[in-house]
């Protein structure tokens, strides 16, 4: 009996595997992975990564393509329906194959049914419960086949529903394309004849200009002709010494209205000696910015007035200015003098004389227009002598540099700064008061309280430009730049 068992048992063995693997076609080649647990269930294996289905793939490029639509332009917008709708084709493709997998599966399963239900029928005892439980298993796994197969038939229908939707669009993209496409070839063809047009118009302008040129040209040309018959006529030679005699006639005007000039002073000056008989002094010197007035006596000798009591004045009309500092018999106008009368007093033995300039103090020619052009720049630097320095005088006489800018003053030699200081209200700047003959050279500067110098310039001109400069950078910081105890015009003008 064992042995008639053992029979049957190897007999079945052979006649299922035969029945397998006769009918049964593998579309992947090898069983699926699965493992069976407690009470007969299937567990899917961990390691395996988890593929996205037909639904999911579907679904997300919907939105990325939604997502996407305002983004792209038309011509994009079709490559990408076309794209969807490979795709959607590429995934119907891989859903027949599923589907025909799925049915290679059915068969194979109701095969695998059938040899357990005949080997149940040939066994018996423990081998008959386990025939049932494989029996029970394989329905188990034809009811999920069964669930997936509803699943891929749902995903199946949306794939085409996709499909026909990608297909319409990609139509409305190909009619939008060709709307855009005319409509462009249409404004194409717009421009073209605007270009066109405007060219027609200005070869038009051109030839138009051009025949109204040669006919200014002719006219030009008669008009020519027609001047250079009536100056024939009017005998030339003759406008020609017209011409000549208004020229000496000019000549003349002006050297009488020099000499008219010069006899007007001199009237002047003689109406003031007749005025002033008693006065013995008198002024001698150019009376003009750069040079020195000097304290002379009019007629014959007269006394030593070195050690009397001088004092120098600007006047204008009525007004009476004092210049401090001005005590000695010679003076040297500066920038504030300009346009102005000088007047010095002398008192002598209890006698007062007085001196005044015969005409206003004028300016030096070119040197405003020297001053403007120094203005344009930042800093201007003058080479000095420092002859003073805190009222003593000073044996080096080396040269140093006078920086007068637009923020402040400096000066320096070589590479050390004996003063550097910004415009403020104690500073002070003004001609040399006195000093000899180099006075017109020279400037007083008091960079601020408890330092002040007396510097020696290269010319009067520079001198002078130096003080105009600087008390014109100091007027754009709101400081009035002067001498000691002065008032500057404007003041002066007010009082």
């Given at each position: 009996?064992?042995r008639?068992?053992?029979?049957?048992?190897?007999?079945?063995?052979k006649?299922a595997i035969?029945?397998v693997?006769?009918?049964?076609?593998?579309?992947s080649?090898r069983?699926?992975?699965?493992q069976i647990?407690?009470?007969?269930?299937?567990?899917e294996?961990?390691?395996?990564?988890?593929?996205?289905?037909?639904?999911?793939?579907?679904?997300?490029?919907?939105a990325?393509?939604l997502?996407?639509?305002?983004r792209?332009s038309v011509?994009d917008l079709a490559?990408?329906?076309?794209?969807?709708?490979?795709?959607a084709?590429?995934?119907?493709?891989?859903?027949?194959?599923?589907?025909v997998?799925?049915?290679?599966?059915?068969?194979?399963?109701?095969k695998?049914?059938?040899?357990?239900?005949?080997?149940?029928?040939?066994v018996?005892?423990?081998?008959?419960?386990?025939?049932?439980?494989?029996?029970s298993?394989?329905?188990?796994?034809a009811?999920?086949?069964?669930?997936?197969?509803?699943?891929?038939?749902h995903?199946?229908?949306?794939?085409?529903?996709?499909?026909?939707f990608?297909k319409q669009?990609?139509?409305?993209?190909?009619?939008?394309?060709?709307?855009?496409r005319?409509?462009?070839?249409?404004?194409?063809e717009r421009?073209?004849?605007?270009?066109?047009?405007?060219e027609e118009?200005?070869?038009?302008?051109?030839?138009?200009?051009?025949?109204?040129?040669?006919q200014?040209l002719e006219?030009?040309?008669?008009?020519?002709r027609?001047?250079?018959?009536?100056?024939?006529?009017?005998q030339?030679?003759?406008?020609?010494?017209m011409?000549?005699e208004?020229?000496?006639?000019?000549?003349?005007?002006?050297?009488?209205?020099?000499?008219?000039?010069?006899?007007?002073?001199?009237?002047?000056?003689?109406?003031?000696?007749?005025?002033?008989?008693?006065?013995?002094?008198?002024?001698?010197?150019?009376?003009s910015?750069?040079?020195?007035?000097?304290?002379?006596?009019?007629?014959?000798?007269?006394?030593?007035?070195s050690?009397?009591?001088?004092?120098?004045y600007?006047?204008e009309g009525?007004?009476?200015?004092?210049?401090?500092?001005a005590?000695?018999?010679?003076?040297?106008?500066?920038?504030?003098d300009?346009?102005r009368?000088?007047?010095?007093e002398?008192?002598?033995n209890?006698e007062?004389?007085?001196?005044?300039?015969?005409?206003?103090i004028?300016?030096?020619?070119?040197?405003?227009?020297?001053?403007?052009?120094?203005?344009r720049?930042?800093?201007t630097?003058?080479?000095?002598?420092v002859?003073?320095?805190?009222?003593?005088?000073?044996?080096?006489?080396?040269?140093?540099?006078?920086?007068?800018?637009k923020?402040r003053?400096?000066?320096?030699?070589?590479?050390?700064?004996?003063?550097k200081?910004s415009?403020?209200?104690?500073?002070?700047?003004?001609?040399v008061?006195g000093g000899?003959?180099?006075a017109?050279?020279?400037i007083f500067?008091?960079?601020k309280k408890?330092?002040?110098?007396?510097?020696a310039?290269?010319?009067?001109?520079?001198r002078?430009?130096a003080?105009?400069?600087?008390?014109?950078f100091?007027f754009d910081?709101?400081i009035?730049?002067?001498?000691?105890?002065?008032?500057?015009?404007?003041?002066?003008?007010?009082?």
């Amino acid at each position: 009996m064992t042995r008639v068992t053992r029979d049957f048992g190897d007999s079945m063995q052979k006649e299922a595997i035969h029945l397998v693997s006769s009918d049964v076609n593998f579309v992947s080649g090898r069983f699926p992975d699965y493992q069976i647990g407690a009470n007969n269930i299937i567990i899917e294996p961990e390691d395996n990564p988890r593929v996205p289905s037909l639904k999911e793939i579907v679904a997300k490029e919907t939105a990325q393509l939604l997502e996407q639509q305002k983004r792209l332009s038309v011509r994009d917008l079709a490559d990408k329906f076309e794209k969807g709708l490979s795709a959607a084709v590429k995934l119907s493709d891989e859903s027949k194959w599923r589907e025909v997998a799925s049915l290679d599966r059915h068969v194979l399963l109701k095969k695998l049914r059938d040899v357990l239900d005949q080997l149940r029928g040939r066994v018996a005892g423990r081998n008959k419960d386990d025939a049932d439980e494989a029996i029970s298993m394989v329905e188990a796994l034809a009811v999920q086949l069964t669930q997936r197969e509803g699943e891929l038939f749902h995903e199946k229908a949306e794939v085409k529903k996709l499909a026909t939707f990608l297909k319409q669009a990609i139509e409305d993209a190909k009619k939008v394309i060709e709307e855009e496409r005319a409509f462009a070839h249409a404004e194409i063809e717009r421009a073209r004849t605007a270009v066109q047009r405007v060219e027609e118009a200005l070869q038009e302008q051109e030839q138009m200009s051009r025949s109204v040129e040669k006919q200014e040209l002719e006219e030009l040309k008669k008009e020519i002709r027609e001047a250079r018959r009536i100056k024939m006529l009017h005998q030339p030679s003759r406008v020609m010494d017209m011409e000549h005699e208004l020229q000496g006639l000019r000549m003349q005007i002006a050297e009488k209205s020099v000499h008219c000039i010069q006899l007007k002073k001199e009237l002047a000056v003689m109406k003031k000696l007749e005025e002033n008989k008693s006065n013995l002094y008198e002024l001698e010197g150019s009376e003009s910015l750069g040079s020195c007035l000097r304290i002379v006596a009019r007629t014959g000798p007269a006394p030593d007035i070195s050690n009397c009591f001088i004092q120098w004045y600007r006047t204008e009309g009525s007004k009476k200015e004092l210049i401090s500092g001005a005590t000695k018999t010679l003076y040297a106008p500066e920038p504030f003098d300009v346009g102005r009368f000088l007047q010095v007093e002398i008192v002598l033995n209890d006698e007062r004389f007085m001196a005044t300039t015969t005409s206003l103090i004028e300016p030096a020619a070119g040197l405003g227009s020297y001053v403007e052009a120094l203005a344009r720049r930042p800093e201007t630097e003058f080479n000095v002598v420092v002859t003073q320095m805190n009222g003593h005088d000073s044996l080096s006489r080396s040269i140093h540099v006078f920086h007068v800018g637009k923020m402040r003053i400096k000066l320096r030699k070589g590479w050390s700064t004996k003063a550097k200081e910004s415009y403020c209200a104690s500073m002070q700047l003004c001609g040399v008061r006195g000093g000899g003959n180099a006075a017109a050279q020279s400037i007083f500067w008091q960079a601020k309280k408890g330092l002040s110098f007396i510097l020696a310039f290269e010319s009067e001109r520079e001198r002078n430009a130096a003080i105009m400069l600087a008390r014109r950078f100091a007027f754009d910081c709101n400081i009035i730049l002067a001498g000691p105890y002065d008032r500057p015009p404007t003041e002066t003008s007010q009082n």
